[in-house]
């Protein structure tokens, strides 16, 4: 039987249930907590709220979620265990690196940076750094990473963003390990995606176009849905810039063209994020763990999306992406 890795070990793909394939526990600024912890508080409370928020997530029938905090946005995997022990819960945690532009000043000077310098083709130390975190585990944690995570945002394929998303490719390519991909649909980055992914041979099938449900322009996302991809509709109850029906809608009208089977449903929620500035979240008031079950769901069965739908995109399609681990 396949497995993922969770933070609490193995589990069998067939045991996953309902998923949400982009959720956070916290996304954090790791220089400013450490130096500045001020807002964040006691450690303990942290925890025992996360607790409480993944404990009601998996009262609604969720089995799973899909951490795709990586280098970039505070990763902490002993901050992750402590609360995985606490809830009847799987959490599948991330490797990768997220930035819509450069890479962290820690790789300025190391792998490609020195081909010039050296005369010779340099690796790449991300590569081996995301393999260990998939193959060996994550800082002594023994917590293996189960995906792998980069980023394009709406300042496109940048130097820096095309490098990670090659090293995340070569990963991948090496340990048969799933991808998602933070992207800017407005800007149709998606696009970009598969001209780099294709260049190094990784089936689109194994790939999540993270946030494709912030675009309406279905005709889009149906040529990326036919191309391999599957499409994350993982923001519901960010509407700033949006609403609830546009982000139900798109999702109504592509399981109308056929591509439940190609879409996963999330929230993109945390139980603390650090980049918002307080009282921001009162604006918000949908964005938390269980707005898919409690207001969601209820209004794609009412126009129209099947039972049968709504399985397959938060169980079968999860499972699948999951299943094919073995090395290329």
Same mark, same amino acid.
């Given at each position: 039987m396949p497995q993922v890795q969770t933070v609490k070990g193995p589990v069998d793909t067939a045991e996953l249930g309902q998923t949400l394939m982009h959720e956070h526990v916290f996304v954090l600024t790791a220089d400013v907590q450490q130096n500045h912890p001020e807002e964040w508080g006691s450690e303990d409370d942290r925890v025992a709220d996360a607790v409480q928020k993944l404990s009601k997530l998996a009262g609604v029938g969720v089995r799973t979620i899909v951490d795709p905090t990586v280098i970039g946005?505070?990763?902490? @995997? !002993?901050? @992750?265990?402590? @609360?995985?022990?606490?809830?009847?819960?799987? @959490?599948v945690v991330a490797t990768g690196c997220y930035t819509y532009d450069d890479v962290? $000043? $820690?790789f300025h000077h190391r792998g490609p940076a020195l081909n010039e310098a050296l005369g010779a083709e340099v690796p790449d130390p991300m590569v081996d750094m995301f393999v260990g975190d998939i193959t060996d585990g994550i800082a002594g944690t023994g917590v293996r990473a189960g995906l792998l995570k980069c980023a394009i945002d709406h300042k496109g394929l940048t130097s820096g963003v095309e490098r990670i998303m090659r090293a995340v490719a070569k990963a991948h390519r090496a340990?048969? +390990?799933?991808? +998602?991909? =933070? +992207?800017?649909?407005?800007?149709q980055q998606g696009l970009a995606v598969r001209k780099v992914f294709e260049d190094e041979g990784v089936d689109p099938r194994r790939v999540v176009l993270g946030h494709s449900g912030d675009s309406t322009d279905a005709d889009h996302l149906t040529e990326l849905a036919e191309a391999g991809f599957v499409l994350g509709m993982d923001r519901f109850g960010i509407n700033l810039d949006t609403t609830f029906e546009a982000r139900a809608d798109v999702v109504v009208e592509m399981c109308r063209r056929g591509f439940a089977g190609q879409m996963v449903l999330s929230q993109d929620a945390s139980c603390y994020i650090d980049w918002l500035a307080p009282g921001v979240m009162d604006l918000l008031p949908q964005?938390?763990? +269980? =707005?898919?079950?409690?207001?969601?769901? !209820?209004?794609?069965?009412?126009h129209g999306v099947t039972e049968e739908q709504i399985t397959t995109m938060l169980v079968d399609v999860p499972r699948r992406y999951f299943e094919d681990t073995g090395t290329y």
């Open positions: 946005l505070g990763r902490y @995997i !002993p901050r @992750i265990q402590r @609360i995985a022990e606490q809830v009847d819960l799987n @959490i962290p $000043f $820690f340990t048969g +390990t799933p991808i +998602t991909v =933070h +992207t800017h649909p407005g800007s964005w938390h763990y +269980t =707005h898919i079950h409690e207001d969601v769901l !209820p209004y794609l069965r009412e």
